[in-house]
């Protein structure tokens, strides 16, 4: 398996590298796993990208001195802000069939990177609270809320499971995600944002 770290100097640049690994694993057939954290943004998926109030919502992330650059993403469901501190993962990998392995590709991810929290001391459960930010049946949470989210993309010849760890900055986060998900139509509580640290 091939291992990424870091990121590029740009979000456009950092974009690219992550949109060339399916074809690089789908030419090589080797699995590949990147993990960076992501230059300040919010990232909207595509069904926030079908919402009427798509266009607010962008200009609610980049107004009001909160500087975070609107993006779409390819993975995901519902917004996600990245503060420059917020942790991503994708790992790449072959697939033969799009209609099998989704739910295992999920399992392992979620268990990987639990075991990964539960070796920095960190205790973190399967679930979610109510109204989270970019909710999902695939997230982890803490005490202090959700602190990852994990969401799938499969096409013809490789399938992406990604994922966004909140390290810090959770006050932040909240501040930018509710005018956006207010604009979005979509219910959220800020105090479900949680945090590692």
Known sequence: MRVLRGRAGSIEEDRAVTRTLAGDVEGSGEPVVRAWTPHR?????????RSDGYARAKRAAEERGRGFP???RDVGGRAVAYTGNTVA???VEPV??????????YDRAVADVRGALRSLGVE????????AFCPGAHSLSTGAGKVVGIAQRVRQGSAATAGI?????????ADVLAPVYGALGVPFDPASVGRVE
């Open 165 to 173: 760890v909140l390290v810090r900055d959770h006050g932040e986060i």
């Open 70 to 72: 609107a993006y779409e």
């Open 96 to 105: 033969e069939d799009l209609r099998r392995g989704t739910d295992e590709r």
């Open 41 to 49: 943004q919010v990232a909207f998926g595509r069904r926030d990208a």
């Open 124 to 131: 973190a459960w399967a679930g979610e609270p109510p109204e």
């Open 89 to 91: 993962f994708v790992r």
